[in-house]
């Protein structure tokens, strides 16, 4: 390799170290499967590489791998030859905990965003989770920002009822 490419990889390499783990959230709440959502990771990571000329020098390299990882969870799910899914989570399918995080609690969380449509999904881990702005969220989906605000609020409403109880358990 050329002192060019040497360096574009160390500066992926970099990438990879600071967006990692970030990415990797992302990816396990879209999926709900620790091993989907390092699969998911590893893709997206492999599309960045293939364009990393394009995306280095992007206003927000993060939110281009984070729209690519978007696209490609939802291009999978498409996929209706894809009839993987995981029947029961587990602690040991989500991957370690956060200090001062319930297992069990996470296991319940993921277990109900794996019920919302991948859509609806991706909408309440880019606003919520992610903290992004409804227009941010929009921009990223390809979808309108009414569109992230509906999708939004009817997600809501279908994880209520399933998290509440969860709320009620840890906080009595």
Known sequence: MGVKADRQAEEF???VRETGTQLHHAAMLLTGDHHL????TQATYAKVFVRWGRVRTAESPVAYARTMLLNTFL????LR?????????????VGPPAPGVDPALRVDLLAALAGLAPLDRAVVVLRYWEDRSVADTAADLGISESAVRT????????LRPLIDPISERTHP
Not at 75 to 78: A, G, L, P, W
């Open 13 to 15: 390499s970099a990438f």
């Open 37 to 40: 959502a390092e699969d998911l």
């Open 75 to 78: 291009s999978h799910r498409r």
């Open 81 to 93: 030859r894809n009839g993987e899914r995981p029947a029961d989570l587990t602690d040991a399918d």
């Open 151 to 158: 999708r939004a609020r009817r997600a809501l409403l279908r």
